[in-house]
Protein backbone atom coordinates (compact mmCIF):
# COMPACT_ATOMS: atom_id res chain seq x y z
CA UNK A 1 0.00 0.00 0.00
CA UNK A 2 1.38 3.52 -1.09
CA UNK A 3 1.42 5.30 2.27
CA UNK A 4 -0.54 8.90 1.33
CA UNK A 5 -1.24 10.96 4.65
CA UNK A 6 -4.72 12.56 4.39
CA UNK A 7 -5.57 15.63 6.62
CA UNK A 8 -9.18 16.15 7.81
CA UNK A 9 -10.08 19.62 8.48
CA UNK A 10 -11.77 20.33 11.66
CA UNK A 11 -13.96 22.51 9.81
CA UNK A 12 -15.11 20.08 7.58
CA UNK A 13 -15.45 17.10 9.49
CA UNK A 14 -16.84 13.75 7.65
CA UNK A 15 -19.28 11.40 8.87
CA UNK A 16 -18.41 7.96 9.67
CA UNK A 17 -19.36 6.23 6.14
CA UNK A 18 -17.67 8.88 4.63
CA UNK A 19 -14.66 8.52 5.99
CA UNK A 20 -14.82 4.79 5.89
CA UNK A 21 -15.23 5.39 1.59
CA UNK A 22 -12.16 7.56 2.13
CA UNK A 23 -9.94 4.84 4.21
CA UNK A 24 -11.45 1.80 1.55
CA UNK A 25 -10.69 3.54 -1.74
CA UNK A 26 -6.62 4.39 -0.77
CA UNK A 27 -5.71 0.86 0.09
CA UNK A 28 -6.15 -1.03 -3.80
CA UNK A 29 -2.88 -0.85 -5.69
CA UNK A 30 0.99 -1.87 -3.99
CA UNK A 31 4.35 0.43 -4.74
CA UNK A 32 7.29 0.55 -4.04
CA UNK A 33 6.59 0.74 -0.35
CA UNK A 34 4.11 -1.46 0.82
CA UNK A 35 2.09 -1.98 3.97
CA UNK A 36 -1.07 -4.41 4.74
CA UNK A 37 -2.24 -1.30 7.57
CA UNK A 38 -3.32 1.61 7.66
CA UNK A 39 -2.82 3.72 10.30
CA UNK A 40 -5.02 6.48 12.14
CA UNK A 41 -3.63 8.12 15.75
CA UNK A 42 -7.07 8.55 18.06
CA UNK A 43 -7.38 11.53 20.44
CA UNK A 44 -8.87 9.93 23.58
CA UNK A 45 -12.41 12.04 22.30
CA UNK A 46 -12.38 10.48 18.70
CA UNK A 47 -12.41 6.81 20.23
CA UNK A 48 -16.05 6.36 18.85
CA UNK A 49 -16.10 8.14 15.91
CA UNK A 50 -13.23 6.17 14.80
CA UNK A 51 -14.86 2.58 16.19
CA UNK A 52 -17.71 3.50 13.79
CA UNK A 53 -15.46 3.90 10.96
CA UNK A 54 -13.75 0.70 11.44
CA UNK A 55 -17.04 -1.62 11.78
CA UNK A 56 -18.10 0.01 8.44
CA UNK A 57 -14.45 -0.24 6.65
CA UNK A 58 -14.58 -3.54 8.09
CA UNK A 59 -17.45 -4.11 5.29
CA UNK A 60 -15.33 -3.32 2.63
CA UNK A 61 -12.98 -5.47 -0.13
CA UNK A 62 -10.15 -3.66 0.92
CA UNK A 63 -10.24 -5.07 5.04
CA UNK A 64 -9.78 -8.55 3.34
CA UNK A 65 -6.50 -6.99 2.72
CA UNK A 66 -5.82 -4.25 4.79
CA UNK A 67 -6.03 -3.73 8.87
CA UNK A 68 -6.41 -0.26 10.37
CA UNK A 69 -4.08 0.12 13.52
CA UNK A 70 -4.68 2.35 15.87
CA UNK A 71 -2.34 4.13 18.62
CA UNK A 72 -3.99 6.98 20.76
CA UNK A 73 -2.01 10.44 20.85
CA UNK A 74 -4.02 14.14 21.30
CA UNK A 75 -4.23 15.96 17.98
CA UNK A 76 -1.47 17.99 18.39
CA UNK A 77 0.87 15.03 18.73
CA UNK A 78 -0.21 13.30 16.27
CA UNK A 79 0.97 15.97 13.77
CA UNK A 80 4.33 16.98 14.92
CA UNK A 81 5.98 15.04 12.44
CA UNK A 82 8.53 17.34 10.85
CA UNK A 83 11.17 15.05 11.99
CA UNK A 84 10.21 11.59 11.16
CA UNK A 85 10.00 9.81 7.78
CA UNK A 86 6.76 9.55 5.99
CA UNK A 87 6.91 5.77 6.35
CA UNK A 88 7.64 5.85 10.08
CA UNK A 89 5.36 3.69 12.02
CA UNK A 90 4.79 6.64 14.30
CA UNK A 91 3.30 8.87 11.77
CA UNK A 92 -0.37 7.90 11.30
CA UNK A 93 -1.55 7.63 7.34
CA UNK A 94 -4.93 9.92 8.25
CA UNK A 95 -4.95 13.49 10.14
CA UNK A 96 -7.45 15.55 11.82
CA UNK A 97 -6.39 18.90 11.60
CA UNK A 98 -8.33 21.42 14.17
CA UNK A 99 -8.65 24.84 12.60
CA UNK A 100 -5.56 26.49 14.73
CA UNK A 101 -2.97 24.06 13.86
CA UNK A 102 -4.05 25.03 9.81
CA UNK A 103 -2.91 27.95 10.78
CA UNK A 104 0.41 27.04 12.57
CA UNK A 105 1.37 25.06 9.70
CA UNK A 106 0.55 27.97 7.20
CA UNK A 107 2.35 30.28 8.97
CA UNK A 108 5.20 27.48 9.07
CA UNK A 109 5.16 27.25 5.62
CA UNK A 110 4.66 23.39 6.17
CA UNK A 111 0.67 23.06 3.90
CA UNK A 112 1.38 23.34 -0.22
CA UNK A 113 -1.22 24.05 -2.60
CA UNK A 114 -1.98 20.46 -4.50
CA UNK A 115 -3.15 21.77 -7.90
CA UNK A 116 -0.47 24.81 -7.96
CA UNK A 117 2.54 22.69 -7.06
CA UNK A 118 1.24 19.53 -8.91
CA UNK A 119 -1.88 20.29 -10.91
CA UNK A 120 -1.92 16.45 -11.76
CA UNK A 121 -1.77 14.44 -8.50
CA UNK A 122 -4.84 13.92 -7.36
CA UNK A 123 -6.13 12.52 -10.53
CA UNK A 124 -2.99 10.25 -10.79
CA UNK A 125 -3.75 8.71 -7.37
CA UNK A 126 -7.67 8.38 -7.40
CA UNK A 127 -6.81 6.47 -11.25
CA UNK A 128 -4.23 4.26 -9.07
CA UNK A 129 -6.39 3.13 -6.10
CA UNK A 130 -9.06 2.83 -8.59
CA UNK A 131 -11.53 4.55 -6.80
CA UNK A 132 -14.99 5.69 -7.91
CA UNK A 133 -16.40 9.25 -8.70
CA UNK A 134 -18.43 9.11 -4.44
CA UNK A 135 -14.71 7.90 -3.44
CA UNK A 136 -12.72 10.73 -5.41
CA UNK A 137 -15.76 13.59 -3.74
CA UNK A 138 -14.79 12.21 -0.67
CA UNK A 139 -11.21 12.38 -0.96
CA UNK A 140 -11.09 15.97 -2.37
CA UNK A 141 -13.80 16.87 0.70
CA UNK A 142 -11.20 15.57 3.53
CA UNK A 143 -8.23 17.23 1.97
CA UNK A 144 -9.98 20.40 1.59
CA UNK A 145 -9.27 23.76 3.57
CA UNK A 146 -11.43 26.98 3.66
CA UNK A 147 -10.06 30.00 4.78
CA UNK A 148 -10.28 33.92 3.44
CA UNK A 149 -7.83 35.68 1.68
CA UNK A 150 -6.02 38.25 2.84
CA UNK A 151 -6.80 41.64 2.40
CA UNK A 152 -4.69 43.27 -0.30
CA UNK A 153 -5.03 47.16 0.94
CA UNK A 154 -8.37 47.45 -0.60
CA UNK A 155 -10.20 45.74 2.29
CA UNK A 156 -11.72 43.05 0.28
CA UNK A 157 -11.48 39.59 1.30
CA UNK A 158 -13.14 36.57 0.14
CA UNK A 159 -14.12 32.44 1.33
CA UNK A 160 -11.85 30.95 -0.53
CA UNK A 161 -11.26 26.18 -0.81
CA UNK A 162 -8.25 24.75 -1.43
CA UNK A 163 -7.22 20.95 -1.87
CA UNK A 164 -4.23 21.22 0.80
CA UNK A 165 -1.09 18.72 1.36
CA UNK A 166 1.02 18.73 4.36
CA UNK A 167 4.80 19.04 3.99
CA UNK A 168 6.87 15.93 5.35
CA UNK A 169 9.90 17.28 5.15
CA UNK A 170 11.98 20.46 4.78
CA UNK A 171 14.35 19.05 2.32
CA UNK A 172 14.13 19.41 -1.11
CA UNK A 173 16.29 20.11 -4.68
CA UNK A 174 17.22 23.46 -5.93
CA UNK A 175 16.72 23.74 -9.68
CA UNK A 176 17.99 25.96 -12.14
CA UNK A 177 17.01 26.31 -16.08
CA UNK A 178 18.10 28.94 -18.54
CA UNK A 179 14.12 29.24 -19.87
CA UNK A 180 12.04 31.46 -18.84
CA UNK A 181 10.15 30.80 -15.66
CA UNK A 182 6.89 30.24 -17.60
CA UNK A 183 8.45 27.83 -20.06
CA UNK A 184 10.50 26.33 -17.19
CA UNK A 185 6.70 25.57 -15.05
CA UNK A 186 5.59 24.37 -18.22
CA UNK A 187 7.44 21.59 -18.91
CA UNK A 188 7.37 20.61 -15.03
CA UNK A 189 3.40 20.70 -15.52
CA UNK A 190 3.98 17.71 -18.65
CA UNK A 191 2.44 14.66 -17.13
CA UNK A 192 5.60 13.54 -19.49
CA UNK A 193 7.94 15.54 -17.71
CA UNK A 194 7.14 16.15 -13.90
CA UNK A 195 9.75 13.73 -12.47
CA UNK A 196 13.08 13.70 -12.36
CA UNK A 197 13.65 10.25 -13.94
CA UNK A 198 11.42 11.85 -16.61
CA UNK A 199 13.53 15.03 -17.14
CA UNK A 200 16.88 13.11 -16.99
CA UNK A 201 15.25 10.48 -19.54
CA UNK A 202 14.01 13.33 -21.76
CA UNK A 203 17.60 14.84 -21.55
CA UNK A 204 16.05 18.16 -20.16
CA UNK A 205 17.69 17.87 -16.92
CA UNK A 206 20.92 16.96 -15.45
CA UNK A 207 21.49 16.59 -12.11
CA UNK A 208 24.47 16.33 -9.14
CA UNK A 209 24.34 15.45 -6.09
CA UNK A 210 26.34 16.37 -3.69
CA UNK A 211 27.54 14.42 -0.79
CA UNK A 212 25.65 14.59 2.57
CA UNK A 213 28.55 16.63 4.69
Known sequence: ???????????????????????????????????????????????????????????????????????????????????????????????????????????????SYIEDLLPNIFEEIATKVGATEEEKSAMRQFGTITGRTRDKGDGVTETKKELMAIRHNTEGIIMASRLPESDARAVLSDADTDTLIELVKTGRALFRFQDFW
Not at 31 to 42: C, F, G, L, N, R
Not at 70 to 92: P, R, Y
Request: hydrophobic residues 40%.
Open 1 to 111: MKKSKFILPAAGILGAASMAAVVSCGTQKSSSYDSTEIVIAVDGVQKEFYAKVMELYNKTDSAKKYRIRTFEKDVFGALDITTQGINSSAVADIFYMPADRVTDFTQANRL
